[in-house]
Every structure is written in C-alpha cells, then in structure tokens.
C-alpha cells in the first residue's frame, strides 16, 4: 500500500496515493469531492463539451482502493455529484456500478455545497459523521478539532528533478486533515491562497498524490 501514515487526534491514518484516507483500525475508507457527472452538468448548461468518461474514471480508482483495503465503510465527503441533477442523470450502467460498490458495507454520502440534499443510490445521507475521535463534514470549521473535510481540492507544487510538479494534495496538522479532491474533472486550490493558510497551523503538512505519497513541508507565504 503506497501511503503516509500520521496520526490525527490519537487516530491512526493512511493517506493513500490516490487521494483517499484509509483508517485501518476502523476499516472506513473517505474520499472526497467525486463531483460524478461534470461533464454532464457542464453539457447541460451550455459550457464546453467535455468526454463523458469522468464517473467510470473515478469509480475505477475507488473500486481499486476498495479492493486494496476491504473497506468495511465507505464515506464520501461531499460534493459526491456535480449538483444533485448530475446524480440523477448518471447512466444506469453507472448506478448499478455504485450498486455493486455498495454491496456488503457501510456507505455514507456527506452532504456538500455541490450536493445538499438527499440522493437515491442507496447508503445513508447525513449533513457530517461523527466517529470519536475524528468528525467527518464537508467545509472545514475554524476552531474544530479532529476533524476530517474537503471542499477546498488543495493543491501544492515541489521541485522534482529540475522541474516543478503540482499535483492534489492532503493537508494535515494537530487540528485538522483537509482531503484533496478523488475525482477526475476536479481543479484544485493553491496551498498558498489565503483560505488554506488561514485554516491550517503553522507546522502543517502536505502529502502529494500520484505515483507515490510525498509528504512535505505545508508552502507558507513569506510575511
């Protein structure tokens, strides 16, 4: 399993290589911001056209995760789906294939701005998900702690043999773990826009995704 291990209020995680969070003591693996069906949406509102392969990119890199851990849970963040139209507009071979990840284990959609209301895909729909010791949301609170979240799709850059690399990116303190987005058509927010710096403490940590998990100092802007 290619992953940086921290620790996170006593809790024990994995943060996976490919953007999700693996918490082996509870068998509860987390991905955020699938936003499933952007193509779709961006289709249906007159933007510029898109290869609808976003979703069964997406559901292939979860269905490997879920085969490399054997999740007992499934807990999606928030903005699941591009807006609650897209859910409803994922083809049927796309909602079976959500079926069969769903067979045999917990799923829980966590309400997101993108997604605020309740979808039928079977699992349970809850505005955040406490699990002592950590809180699961969607946008991160000032002043919370132990808690898990999404929203922003961070992102950072490091120099890697002479060349500079951006990639998605976890980022994590004493507080806090902010997820990057899971999903293929996802941007993403600098670690150095104000927001990010703002919520994060000083000794922060970002791990980049991609070929391996690399963890490095959070890039903080010079006073």
């Given amino acids: 399993m290619n992953s940086h291990d921290f620790t996170l209020a006593g809790a024990q995680l994995k943060a996976l290589n ?12 987390c991905v955020s ?7 779709e949406r961006i289709a249906r509102r007159g933007g510029i056209t898109l290869p609808p392969y976003e979703t069964r990119d997406t559901l292939t890199r979860l269905a490997a995760d879920l085969a490399l851990t054997h999740a007992r849970t499934v807990i999606c963040l928030g903005d ?9 507009a994922l083809p049927e071979e796309e ?15 966590v309400e997101g701005n993108h997604d605020p209301g309740p979808v ?16 699961f949301r969607h946008i991160a609170e000032p002043g919370a702690s132990g808690e898990i979240s999404g929203h922003y799709h961070p992102k950072t850059s490091v120099a890697l043999g002479g060349r500079t690399v951006t990639r998605p990116a976890f980022l994590y303190d004493s507080d806090r773990l902010i997820m990057p987005a899971y999903g293929t058509y996802t941007g993403g927010l600098s670690t150095q826009n104000n927001v990010l710096q703002n919520l994060m403490r000083a000794e922060a940590c970002a791990v980049l ?12 802007i010079a006073s």
Avoid: Y
Avoid at 18 to 29: K, R, V, Y
Avoid at 33 to 39: C, E, Q, T, V, W
Avoid at 80 to 87: H, I, K, M, P, R
Avoid at 95 to 109: D, E, K, P, S
């Fill in 18 to 29: 490919t953007g999700a969070l693996w918490w082996p003591d509870q068998g509860i693996l």
């Fill in 33 to 39: 911001d699938l936003h499933l069906g952007k193509s």
């Fill in 80 to 88: 699941s789906f591009d807006d609650l139209s897209a859910a409803q």
């Fill in 95 to 109: 909602r079976l294939w959500i079926a069969r990840l769903q067979a045999g284990r917990r799923w829980v959609w």
């Fill in 120 to 135: 039928d895909l079977g699992g349970s729909h809850l505005a955040e998900l406490p699990l002592a010791p950590l809180t």
């Fill in 209 to 220: 995704t991609g070929k391996t998990a690399l963890p490095v100092p959070m890039q903080r």
